[in-house]
Structures are given as structure tokens and as C-alpha cells.
């Protein structure tokens, strides 16, 4: 674990606001999603923040894992 | 040995406890009618008849913007004085003695809401139970008087409260002669004294204006003129609100990063603006009105911009002070430290989401400020977006936050499950992440706020991005996120109170400070001072327009009648033939 | 006191914003184009409000060049009138009151949106340069059925625009033989003067008449119907002029049972 569980967490949530504000982000640029494109953007973000924070292993990545 | 606040203080752990429950109490009925108002304005699911929309959000207003946070206020307040002050409060009878008051005063409100729900609604003091008018209660809309004298008990209770703590204070000063008022009571009693100047205008407009005219005993009001008082009260409350937040941003959440608070005397200082600049600004909310020169509306948009001063400095050391606790606790990098926060800990993630969310507020609000891009965005539902940020989030999640700290504090009795706690706090965040952005995008094309039915005949709205029942779906995908978070929440209360009183409660202690009171200039805590100038510049900002809008529409009105503007049962088959007729 | 580099430095920052957004919207307040509400409408007493000059008629009114005025009263739950015109490339200034409880008028997705307080005129002038349709409605709860109170803006093309109204003074019936007059009277709700045409269809013809009014004035148009030309029976007939209609129904009768005199056979559906 590169983060604390809690940590983790909370990354995923705040990812909900830009994945939200996104359609109307790229609307600027005349890029038109629909709101299941933008769903599967969040979750592929979430994925991604997820496998970030599990990999690589790290052996003493329980230290950080205090709160 | 345990030294919990209720070991310390268990007569006022019972107060402040009381107070805590009965600020949940309000926080559940007024939670679940907004769910319902999300419900039924989206047209997802209706079960109330659209007239009845309207008694339950003035339910909604009321409860959770004046009774949840109020309640959940002078709880932490007393707290912050007695744990400061290291001594308890002068007369415990006298400190119930208010609690009790604002209670009767919420009881009275709440029946004459209420009833807005009987087909028949009871008589009392010869007129019909009637409440239907909002928590802004603007007139020539009329509430039964009982409403009135419910909001008259409630605030008087509040400036005991009030009254309370200064009294402490001055007890507390008589054996600390030379000392600097620590911070947390200095805090609570600048946010009372501009409680006391920003409650005069709405007691102004209901005892002598408001409750005679409802008692017939006058009869007529100048509408103008009552709406103007209330809004000289109106915004003052957000800042009332907000300041027991603070105090929580201040003094818990360094603690809870692991470190101490930045600044003290930067502290002082935010306080102190708040008590100049919190009143003489309320004109700001009524950019929109007629009868009011632009002269004064321009001033009180460069009052409120100076207001921002404060919490743009409040960001500055709550950031600084969580860097700094973050760092104490190995945290390093630019950005890194910020994994190194207690993430797990759902006082300190709640605290910190919501003040994420109150800087989010701060954009939307300072297009609400713009006194000319208000105009786009005045009443419609940009204006529920940004203050279910503020009030809503910034304040309610804070205040959620802080009762997981708080409730085992003045019980003794360990928190039922912390893991629920987080998952609370941030489902808190998306769900209203979900709402209050659908809301603010549906201001922008003109979605008018409190409007049982947002469905028109004769026009469509027309977003930019999306659809309106896409946004229409986001709302009630986000209110009803809120509301399992918000069961989540209460569940963990009532769980709690069940458990046994436990040893391991931590001890009741709140931050240090890097830069103490000593580099605070004695001056910050001369209040008479400050209180002299607060009042000096709400009478520059509110002489002449008070003066102009009675000498226009004279002080009493020309002869406005009481309005509760209803349909018996029987006429409303025919205003709906009129409709189709029409249409 | 003693305050860090950092916070001296934030603290600097945070005064050029606000110093920055004051500038911004004062730019924004005081130049061209942006109408606020202020106490220019001056107050009204809401129980005379049907007494009042502005008041008692609602709607769009010429006042000369492109500006127009519109009185518009909100009430519990409508507006007087619900349905608004003006040409595009105007200037238009609104009026409004309540005789009741607080309302807003709000034209939907725009800038213009004012409270409507009981006692208070709202004044506010705005420019409309392209032809659109708006909703209007009201965003300030009014009492139960606010959630009804709407109306809509329409601005039209220039040409496509005008304020010249009708009204028609026909018999309801004539005897053969005898001779009868369609009488129009088109008044021109504009301060300029008006040159058009008044049509009379009856009986299948076409009757053109050409008129030409003073700026805010109003002039008859008679045409001459020839019983026998008709023939006996009922005959319905229309006049048009710039887009307004009024029809009604001339009946021709046997001049041997003479029973009835001139009525009005108009019936009014401008
Ligand atoms: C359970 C979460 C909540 C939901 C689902 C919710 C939903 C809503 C909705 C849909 C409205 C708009 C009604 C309209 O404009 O017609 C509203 C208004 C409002 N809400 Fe909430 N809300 C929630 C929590 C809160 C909280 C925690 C507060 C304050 C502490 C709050 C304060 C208000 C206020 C003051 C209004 C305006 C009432 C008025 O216009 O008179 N809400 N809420
Ligand atoms: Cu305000
Ligand atoms: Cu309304």
C-alpha cells in the first residue's frame, strides 16, 4: 500500500466532483459525453487510483497505515 | 484516571448533551423532508399534494437552518467556555433555564408548521393554526401568531445563552485579572456580540411590526420594510452558523492532524472582522428589490466582498495547520504530507471534506455576490446549490463530524462504530456533491427555487450540457444518497447511547498553538472596542436605506392586509378548470 | 504581532482579490447594458393600484423611437399579461407591482429578474436586440399555487411587429334590397404614423381599403355591403387588418318580416 486504507478512500471520493464537473468541462472544448461515458471514466479513475495505491506491494507500507 | 468533559464538567455535560440531541432531532425530520422536497420537485416520486409542498419546506428551512444548527451552536459553545475557561458555567439553573426556553420556542414554531398538514387546522387565539410562509417569513404572507412568538422565545433564548457565557467569562476574569482571554471563549464571544446587533433587526420586525399585525392589534405592515429587517438578520445568521464550524476548523482540527494551530493572534483577528462585517452587509441579498437605491446596494457588495477576507485567512491557517500535523506525523513532499492525515479518523475527514466543500461555496458565492451576475442566478436553484455547500456541508458535516468526537465526550460512552462514521462522512460528500451540482447547473438556465413544480406549460428550460431530467436525476440520486448518510448518522448516535460507559474515552483537550496569544496585541481583546465599531458601520450601512424605505412606504405600509394565500378544498376543482381554460 | 512571511504573503493576495472582484463588478454595474433594480419606480398604494395611470390598462405600450414600456402586474398566481410582445432591436422598460404578497418576475435564463414587493414599483429597462421566446415566472413563493405563476416573452422581428388594434361595428342582420356599412376602427398604438390595409371578406369577395394613421391615433374604415349582392341567408364576414381580426356574421333577411333593428354582429376574437 503506497496510502493509508482511509486514505484511499477518501482519493476515490474526491474523484466524484471531477468526474461530475467533467461533461460540462469538455462541453467547453465541444466534446459531448453521455452520462454513462462519464460513469465508466470515474470508474476507470477509481481503478486506476486503486492499483496505484496497491501496486507495488510495498512490505512496510502498513506504517503509513496509522490513523 | 478518565478525564473526559462529562468527568470534568458533568453538570454541563448534561446541557450541552441535551442541546447536541435535540439539534439531531431536528437534523432527522428536517433531513427526511428534504428528501422528499428533492422528490417531488424532480417529479421522480410524489406522495404529497404540491400545496403541501410548501408546509414541508418551511419545515425544512426552519429546522434545519435555525433549530438543527442553533441547537448544535450553544451546545458547542458552552462547551468551548467551560473547557477554556477550565470552570463551569456560574449557575446551572440559569444555563437550563435558556435551553428550555429555546426548546418552547422550537415546540410553539413547530405546531404552527405543522399544522399545515390538518385539513382542519385547530383555532387558537381566535385564528387558524397557519405557518405556510417559509423561513423568511416575508410579510404581507402572515403566520399565526404562535409562529411568531415560537421565533421571538427561541432567539431570547439564545441571547441568554448568550448572557451565559459572558457571565462565565466575567467570573472566570475576576480571578484571572491579567491574563489574555483564551482563544475558544474569545471566539464565542465575539460571534455572540454580533448576535446581539444582527437579532435586533428581526426582533425589531416581529414585535413591532410582525406579531401586532398578526394580533390585528395593528393593521397593516410595510413589506419592504419587514423584509429589510430580516435580511439585516439574515445574513448575519450565516456567519453564526458558521462560527461554531470555525471554531471547530481552529481548535479541533490541528488537533486531530496531529499538530497546533498556526496562528493564534491570525485567529483573533478573523474573529474580530467577523463581529465589524457581518451585519452591516445584509442588503446583499436583496440586490433584486425594488426601493432600495443602488447606492446602498453597492456598498453592502463591497462590504461583503471585504468579508471574504476572513475566511480566505481561515483557509490559509487551517491548511497550514493540518500541513503542519501532517508533518509532525512523518508526512513529507509538496503534496505528499497529505497522505500522512488521519484519514481513518471520520472527525478529522469529515472536518476536512467539508471545509473542502465550504471553499467550493466560496466561488458559487461570490457570483452570488456579484451584484450584477446576481441577476442570473437570484432565487433560482444555484442559490440551494451553494448553500447546501455552505450550511449545509461546510456546517452540517462539520457538525456531524464533530458529534463523533463530542457524544462520547459528554456521555462517557464509547462511539458504536467508527468505520460506519466514515462511511458516513463520506457518503455526506458525494451525495451532496450529486445535489448540489445539479442544482447549481439548473440556476443557470433559470430553475426557480422553492417551486412545488418545476414543470411549466408554455416553455422548456434549456440547459447547456445534459438534459433536465438528467439534472432532475442527479438531485434525487444525491438526496437520497444524503439521506442513508444521514441514517447512518443517527443510527450511530442512538447505538452509541446504548453502549456502557467506557474507560478509554479520550481526554478533553483541544490545540496548541505554534503562535500564542503573547504575539497577539492586547487591543484584539478589547471587545468594547470592536463591539463600538461593528455598531458604528451597521448604522452607516442601514440609516439611510431603513430611512428611505419608511419615509417611501411609511413605517407602517398602506394598509397591507395579512395574506395566507390558500384554496379551500372546494375551490381548487375550479381554479383547475380556470387553468385549462386559460392554457 | 508577529505574523509569518507566508501569511504576510496570502494575506496580499487575498486583498488584490478582493480589490480585483470590487473592480470587476464595478465595471460590470456601471457600464452599458446592464439594468439593476433600484427605487426608481417609486411606491404605489397596492389597494389603488386599478385607479393607477400605469396600472389600470396593462401591457406594452410606444413611447417613440424603439422604446416601449410594459405595465405588468404580478399577482396570486398570474401575471396581467401573461403573454408579451416586443420587437427585437428595442429598448424596453418594465414596470411591476403587486396588489398582494411578494412575487418575483423573472424572465427565465436571463438577467432580468426583480422581486416584485406589494407597495414597490420594479423598474427596469432592458434591451432586446434578437427576435426570441422566454419564459416568464415567478421564483418567490407566493402562496400555494405558486408553482403556476408563469407567462412568456416573445420578441419578433421588427417588421412583424405592431400595436394597431381593431374594432368592428357590423349590423347582425339587413333586408334584402337595402344597403348596410361595415364599419373598422384601427387605432395605432405606436407613436409613428401608419400606413396599411383594412380587408373586408364577405360572401366570398375581398374588399381592400387603404388607411393611413397618425402615431397614436386611430382612424375608421367603412365599407359599403349591398344586401341584394349577398342575397338572402347568413353571411360571414372578417376584417383583417396588420394581423388583427375580427369576424361576425351578417344575416340578410326578407325585407317583408321587419322585426328587428342594428345589432352588433361582431364578435371579438383579436
Ligand atoms: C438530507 C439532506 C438534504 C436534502 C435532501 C435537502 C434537500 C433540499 C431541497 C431539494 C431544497 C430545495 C427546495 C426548493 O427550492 O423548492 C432544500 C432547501 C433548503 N435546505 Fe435542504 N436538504 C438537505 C439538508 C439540508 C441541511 C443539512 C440544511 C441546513 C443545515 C438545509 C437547509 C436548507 C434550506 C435553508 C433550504 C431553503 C428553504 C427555503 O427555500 O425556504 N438542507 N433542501
Ligand atoms: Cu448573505
Ligand atoms: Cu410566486
Redesign the interface.
Known sequence: MRVSKGALLVGIVLLVPFVIELRTALSWFGIEITVVESALVGLALAVAITAWALWPPNEDGEAADRS | MRNAYVDQFPAEARVVKSAFWSSFLALAIGGIFGLVQALHRTDVLRFID??D??TV?TAHGVLLAITFTIFFLVGIFTWAVTTSLDRGVVDIRFTWSWYVMMVTGTVLVAVAIFSGFLEEPPSILGSELYA?V?FTF?S??QAHPIFYIGLVLFVVGTWLAGFDWFRTWWAWRDENADERIPLPTFMVLTTTLFWYICTLGVALSILAFLLPWSLGIVDSV???LT?TLFWYFGHAVVYFWLMPTYVMWYIMLPKLSGGKL??D??ARVVFVLFLLLSTPLGIHH?????????GY??IA??NT??L??PS??TA?TVV?SMEHGARQRGGEGYLGWLTALPWRDPVFTGMALAGLMFAAAGFSG?IN?????N??V???WWVVGHFHLTVGTAVALTFMAAAYWFIPQVTGKELWSRSVALGQVLLWFVGMTFMSNAMHRSGL??M???????Q???????PAVGTVAEMDAQVALGAVLLVVSLVLFLLNMVLTSFNGTSDSIPDNTYAGTL?GPE???EILDNLKLWTAIAVVLVIFAYTLPLA?IVE??GLF????DG?????GADLEPA?ETL?EVVA | ????T??KV??AA??V??VG??A???Y??VGPG?S????D???I???EINDDERFEETGVTHVGGNEYEVAVLAQ?WSYSPDEIEVPAGSEVTFYVTSP???H?F?V????????????????MTVEFDEPG???I????????????M???LSVVPEDEFDLTELSVEAPGEVESGNETTINATVSDGMQTDLETTATLEIGGEQYDEDVTIDGAGSESVEFAVDADQLGEGDHDWTVTVDGEEESGTLSVVDGANDDSGDSDGGDDDA
Not at chain 2, 395574506?563 to 384554496?567: M, N
Open positions: 404540491s400545496t409542498y410548501y419546506l405556510d417559509l416575508y404581507p404572507l410595510n413589506p419592504l423584509r498556526f496562528s493572534p491570525l436583496q440586490y433584486l428589490d425594488p426601493g432600495i437605491a443602488e446596494k453597492f457588495m463591497t466582498m471585504f471574504l477576507l480566505l485567512l490559509f497550514a461570490m455576490a456579484g451584484m450584477n451576475i441577476y442570473l437570484h432565487n433560482t438556465f433559470g426557480p427555487r422553492r417551486t412545488a413544480e418545476p411549466y406549460q408554455n416553455f422548456d428550460f434549456e503562535s504575539d497577539a496585541p428611505s417611501s412606504g405600509g398602506p394598509g397591507i395574506r395566507q394565500l390558500s384554496l381554479l387553468r | 504581532m508577529n505574523i509569518h507566508y501569511e496570502w494575506l487575498s486583498m482579490l478582493i472582484f470590487i470587476t463588478i464595478t460590470g454595474a446592464v439593476m433594480i433600484s427605487d419606480g417609486g411606491s398604494d397596492p389597494s396570486a398582494d404578497v411578494t418575483s423573472s427565465v435564463g436571463t438577467n432580468v429578474n426583480t422581486m416584485v414587493v406589494p407597495g414597490q414599483v420594479s423598474e421566446e422566454y419564459g415566472l415567478c421564483n418567490e413563493y407566493c402562496g400555494e399555487y405558486h408553482h403556476t408563469e407567462g412568456t
